[in-house]
């Protein structure tokens, strides 16, 4: 299984860049690497997914270096609602076993 | 588009009483997942069902957890007794394709369980 390692927990103030970088060196040649964010009170959503280099879209951009063993989320000027858990998910296995870590938690201050 | 319906929303209940959760997934979504999320923790997966039939259970405690998904669409997920370490939220989540390959997944808000 492909574990992953991020931070537990981080703090910005609103309007900086905020980037969450994940560690997965054992990831299979055909997994992407996805993300989601998780508010208090529902459920995990996805916001980002990228196989290599750059993807961005309305909500944020994921980088993914050559060797795939890391990618980092970067959001944008980020508010006080984008406080939640941030998570890094590469599937693994023959089918998608998607397995959550702990999380980021990111606490965006005014 | 629906979203994951799940309800109820919360549930209260004595331990060594029984309990059980309700899913609708997104129509047309082949694979179903439900999932265990205990307060300051991320979701374990409990059971992934592709259409009616399960892929993975390895980690649903069977002397006491149960699921099942009707014709491929709807889930229940039951548990008998009920435990105090089975407080948490359960969440459905449901994706597009069969095979479930870096698939997006799309969750229900959870049913909030207390075990007093």
């Known amino acids: 299984l492909a574990k992953t390692t991020q931070p537990i927990s981080m703090d910005s103030y609103e309007g900086q860049e905020v980037n969450i970088t994940c560690s997965h060196n054992n990831i299979a040649t055909n997994d992407y690497i996805t993300w989601y964010q998780q508010f208090p009170s529902q459920g995990p959503r996805f916001i980002i997914q990228g196989y290599k280099t750059k993807v961005t879209n309305e909500v944020a951009s994921l980088f993914i270096p050559a060797d795939r063993k890391s990618s980092t989320l970067s959001l944008p000027r980020v508010s006080l609602s984008d406080t939640a858990v941030y998570y890094c998910?590469?599937?693994?296995?023959?089918?998608?076993?998607?397995?959550f870590g702990i999380g980021t938690k990111l606490q965006v201050i005014p | 588009e629906a979203g994951v319906a799940q309800s109820p929303r919360y549930k209260i209940i004595e331990k060594r009483q029984s309990v059980a959760f309700w899913c609708n997934p997104i129509s047309g979504h082949a694979t179903l997942y439900w999932y265990q999320q205990i307060l300051g923790q991320g979701p374990k997966l409990l059971i992934q069902f592709q259409n009616n039939g399960v892929v993975d259970d390895s980690q649903l405690p069977k002397d006491r957890f149960s699921a099942e998904r009707l014709k491929g669409v709807d889930s229940t997920l039951k548990i008998q007794p009920a435990k105090l370490e089975d407080s948490a939220v359960y969440l459905c989540?449901?994706?597009?394709?069969?095979?479930?390959?870096?698939?997006?997944?799309?969750f229900g808000s959870g049913t909030q369980l207390s075990v007093l």
């Open positions: 989540a449901s994706s597009l394709t069969p095979d479930g390959i870096n698939e997006k997944l799309f």
């Open positions: 998910l590469p599937p693994s296995g023959g089918y998608q076993k998607v397995t």
